[in-house]
T-cell receptor, first 115, second 111 residues
Framework: GAVVSQHPSWVICKSGTSVKIECRSL??????MFWYRQFPKQSLMLMAT?????????EQGVEKDKFLINHASLTLSTLTVTSAHPEDSSFYIC???????????FGNGTRLTVT | DAKTTQPPSMDCAEGRAANLPCNHS???????VYWYRQIHSQGPQYIIH???NNETNEMASLIITEDRKSSTLILPHATLRDTAVYYC????????????FGGGTRLMVKP
């Protein structure tokens, strides 16, 4: 299956600053990648679909101007949390590949802590 | 995704088989049943998927009932490293590769 690399694995930033998270598909050309968020003791929630060469599609309630997604190539999508606040502290996970009859593969996640 | 129902938690003794049930009574036609697991502080890991027939791979077996309304994931010899949250997901055919995660089953493998 696809190998997905996510970087950084953890980051601590101050309130008001921006943080960029990278998701790389190492062996699969991905026209679509997905970004999920997971708060403590909760399940994963889909935030947005990243589309290579076009705008991302955001789920209801996710602010597109706060969570900037760029998918400039078939192997890289980035999520930038702008003007981060403590409530943005969460576990962010990207996924690659799949269709209704083949599996998605996930990165190992990025733990963001905003102080 | 088609709604799935799983018990919130289960325990299993190390070395014994872990049988994790999932109900998906609204599953239809060409929709597959997928199982993923998430070990603490890691991204989800794909385990297995199936449509109608039982499936087996190096990680687990998947038993799907004949009416396809429920399935069971079997870890034949559970180890401590199998402690994780296990998610049963039935993606909607039209939704492609978008997944909706429910609460899953928290499996605790005990020595």
């Amino acid at each position: 299956g696809a190998v997905v690399s996510q970087h950084p694995s953890w980051v601590i930033c101050k309130s008001g600053t921006s943080v960029k998270i990278e998701c790389r598909s190492l062996d699969f050309q991905a026209t679509t990648m997905f970004w999920y968020r997971q708060f403590p003791k909760q399940s994963l929630m889909l935030m947005a679909t990243s589309n290579e060469g076009s705008k991302a599609t955001y789920e209801q309630g996710v602010e597109k101007d706060k969570f900037l997604i760029n998918h400039a190539s078939l192997t890289l999508s980035t999520l930038t949390v702008t003007s981060a606040h403590p409530e943005d502290s969460s576990f962010y996970i990207c996924s690659v590949g799949g269709s209704y009859n083949s599996p998605l593969h996930f990165g190992n996640g990025t733990r963001l802590t905003v102080t | 995704d088609a709604k799935t129902t799983q018990p919130p938690s289960m325990d299993c003794a190390e070395g014994r088989a872990a049988n994790l049930p999932c109900n998906h009574s609204t599953i239809s036609g060409n929709e597959y049943v997928y199982w993923y697991r998430q070990i603490h502080s890691q991204g989800p890991q794909y385990i297995i998927h199936g449509l109608k027939n039982n499936e087996t791979n190096e990680m687990a077996s998947l038993i799907i009932t004949e009416d396809r309304k429920s399935s069971t994931l079997i870890l034949p010899h559970a180890t401590l490293r199998d402690t994780a949250v296990y998610y049963c997901i039935v993606p909607r055919e039209y939704a492609g590769n978008m997944l909706t995660f429910g609460g899953g089953t928290r499996l605790m493998v005990k020595p």
